[in-house]
């Protein structure tokens, strides 16, 4: 039977190193000393930035500027026959803006948004903006171009009475976290009160 060696036999048997401590932060390892100070680099403390908007006019201008770059906005739209199809943009602090897409006959129902107020604008096609006003029931077309601003507590609903599909993009402030339905008995009951 062959005999079978110890391969390391020969080798001295030497004592493993001990891992070192795991560093703290308290021994001055942080973000600052390990990649240095932010502000030392252009490229990492920008100040050509704009801010993000405060203002219903600053809201309006993100909007417009939304609008104009079509590049950005256009590959993501889509279309679904059951229902208004709809994806947010961008968020930021205190606002959230969402891209909706409606097919002719598509219409979001009376409703309000809670807390939140708003700006608006069609990107594509028309839409129907029917609102409560102090005479009854009032409605306007939306096209292209044009920014609608609303409040907390406006009750409206937005419809593609058109035949062509509309695209339309909408800012809210703060961030849309509710939307009551109204049904139309409801309606004319709530615009009575006010």
């Known amino acids: 039977m062959p005999r079978l060696r110890k391969r390391n036999r020969d080798r001295k048997h030497l ?12 021994d001055g390892l942080s973000d600052v000393s390990i990649a240095g100070d932010p502000t030392a680099f252009p490229h990492l403390a920008r100040t050509d930035l704009p801010g993000h908007p405060t203002t219903v006019a600053g809201y309006a201008r993100l909007v417009r500027e939304i609008a ?24 930021g602090p205190g606002y959230e803006v969402w891209l909706l897409s409606w097919l002719p006959g598509q219409s979001s129902g009376f409703h ?28 306007r077309a939306l096209g292209p171009g044009g920014v609608r601003v609303f409040a907390t507590g406006h009750l409206h609903e937005m419809v593609n009475a058109a035949l062509e599909p509309a695209v339309s993009v909408h800012l809210y402030t703060p961030g849309l976290v509710e939307m009551n339905q109204y049904p139309a008995a409801t309606r004319r009951d709530r615009h009575r009160v006010h």
């Not at 004592?15 to 308290?26: S, Y």
């Not at 807390?115 to 029917?130: C, D, I, K, N, W």
Request: hydrophobic letters at 40%; a negative charge.
């Open 15 to 26: 004592p493993l190193p001990r891992p070192a401590a795991a560093p703290r932060w308290t």
């Open 112 to 139: 309000d948004h809670g807390p939140s107020a708003g700006v608006m604008t069609v990107l594509q096609g028309e839409l129907t903006e029917r609102a409560l006003t102090a005479d009854g029931e009032g409605s």
């Open 68 to 91: 104009a770059d079509r590049a950005r906005w256009e590959p993501l739209v889509r279309y679904d026959a059951l229902t208004r199809w709809y994806a947010r943009l961008e968020t």
